[in-house]
């Protein structure tokens, strides 16, 4: 069953019961079994499919000649399946992308043009975001979303601990000192962080303030030895002080935040995270900050990351004005997100993105300012991850615990990370 799990499996065979239902609701006098039927994948937990299965309706509703097919998924599960519907050219006519899958997914050639469909609304978007879009010079996928680094903190206990943290522009090396300071004095016996070296958005934002990138536009690792190298170090040094929980108070590499929320006043990680993690501690208040500025960064070094959904390219030409519709509905449309909330990341729409801060929550503020304040920073390019470095992340976490373990020196250590990135990158180009 394409390595899924049981619980995988009953994921999917849930979305399916529920993918009845919602079909269903498609009737009209163009509707039931004679109308367009759309195959909409998507991933996520429980809350963010019920979200969807809601909106989904609700589109349907108001456009009676369109029946859309969910298929939802686990996010493991979901790439696994992608993988299935690949090799059998099987694929849902609207599917979301795994961020290390966009290029391979494009070299796969699975992605539609998307900017002659008239039922895509594209005229609230600059020339630059559109461009900044493309791949391969062409408009192919939508991004949907917007997640910018950030450091998430608890500023209750930051105000029952008496603490000042460091100026939102501090440097590595002084948040450093902060944690380690903390966790020495705090006199509920926290640590500063969790140990999350694996975290992905973070090491992007540390490489570009260095003048280097995750990856190149030509399809390659962009950053050196010495860099992760000095990334390494920096959790290295905190770990070994004590500032960030080891791994077996953390439970391994995956903390989870239910756990480690009630160890840590701080966490790395991305700006979206917020919405969902901050439910889990409701007596609490969260806030976001921006990830350090390293001494001298590079111009251009914000970056903004886009998760995307696509109109698959074998999609029937008489589906291709519904799928625009669907598509336009997820992006353009602030009746969706006020269903399905922000947990996807702040709007790409100018426009949706004003008007979402009309019904956004606390947390959901939060996120939506950091996101502003990137979006209105000078950034430089950022590319995608190429073709076989879908387990880039994977291969990251494994170092990190090795580190953690004594196992392997940071030296070592990444130079047999980057060397495993490059090694997966070259295995595509042959």
């Known amino acids: 069953m394409s390595g899924l799990d049981r619980r995988g499996f009953l994921k999917l065979a849930a979305a399916g019961a ?3 239902g919602l079909t269903a609701c498609g009737g ?3 509707g039931g079994a004679g109308g367009l039927s759309l195959r909409y994948a998507w991933w996520g937990n429980n809350i963010r499919q ?13 456009n009676k000649d369109i029946q859309v097919e969910p298929e939802f998924a686990e996010y493991s599960a979901f790439q696994e399946r992608m993988t299935t519907q690949m090799a059998a050219r099987d694929v849902a006519d609207i599917f979301w992308i795994a961020s290390p899958q966009v290029l391979t997914y494009h070299k796969s050639k699975l992605y539609r043009r998307l900017d002659d469909i008239p039922t895509l609304d594209l005229s609230g978007y600059s020339k630059a975001d559109l461009d900044s879009f493309k791949l391969g010079g062409e408009l192919n996928t939508m991004p949907f979303g917007i997640f910018v680094p950030v450091i998430r903190y608890n500023e209750t206990w930051a105000k029952e601990d008496g603490v000042e943290l460091p100026a939102v522009d501090t440097d590595w090396d002084a948040w450093a000192a902060f944690l380690v300071d903390y966790t020495r004095n705090n006199p509920g016996k926290r640590k500063g962080m969790a140990y999350e070296p694996d975290a992905d958005l973070p090491f992007e934002s540390w490489l570009r303030q260095r003048g280097e990138q995750l990856w190149t536009e030509d399809g390659r690792a962009g950053f050196t030895v010495d860099s992760t190298r000095a990334w390494f170090d920096w959790w290295d040094k905190l770990l070994k002080a004590g500032a960030v929980l080891t791994l077996s108070e953390q439970e391994g590499m995956s903390p989870d935040w239910a756990l480690v929320g009630k160890k840590v006043l701080a966490k790395v990680g991305n700006s979206n995270h917020i919405i ?19 001494a001298g960064a590079q111009a251009g070094h914000p970056f903004l990351y886009f998760p ?6 074998g999609i029937d030409d008489e589906k291709v004005q519904a799928a625009g519709k669907l598509v336009n509905y997820n992006t353009n449309n602030v009746a969706m997100l006020k269903t399905v909330g922000l947990t996807m990341g702040a709007p790409v729409n100018p426009k ?3 008007q979402s801060k009309d019904f956004a929550g606390q947390d959901e503020k939060e996120m939506l300012a950091v996101v502003q304040a990137a979006r209105e920073a000078e950034r430089k ?27 392997v020196n940071t030296a070592d250590g990444s130079k047999r990370f980057l060397d495993e990135v490059q090694a997966g990158i070259e295995r595509t180009r042959k």
């Open 18 to 20: 529920l993918g009845a």
């Open 28 to 30: 009209g006098s163009e």
């Open 50 to 62: 019920q979200n969807y299965m809601k909106a989904l309706k609700e589109f349907t509703t108001q």
């Open 276 to 294: 969902d993690d901050a439910k889990m501690f409701p007596d609490q208040r969260f806030k976001l900050r921006p990830t350090p500025v390293a």
């Open 308 to 313: 995307r959904m696509a109109i698959y390219q």
């Open 352 to 354: 949706v993105f004003e």
């Open 381 to 407: 390019p950022r590319f995608e991850a190429p073709p076989g470095t879908s387990t880039w992340r994977t291969a990251m976490a494994r170092v990190a615990e090795e580190i953690a373990l004594g196992r």
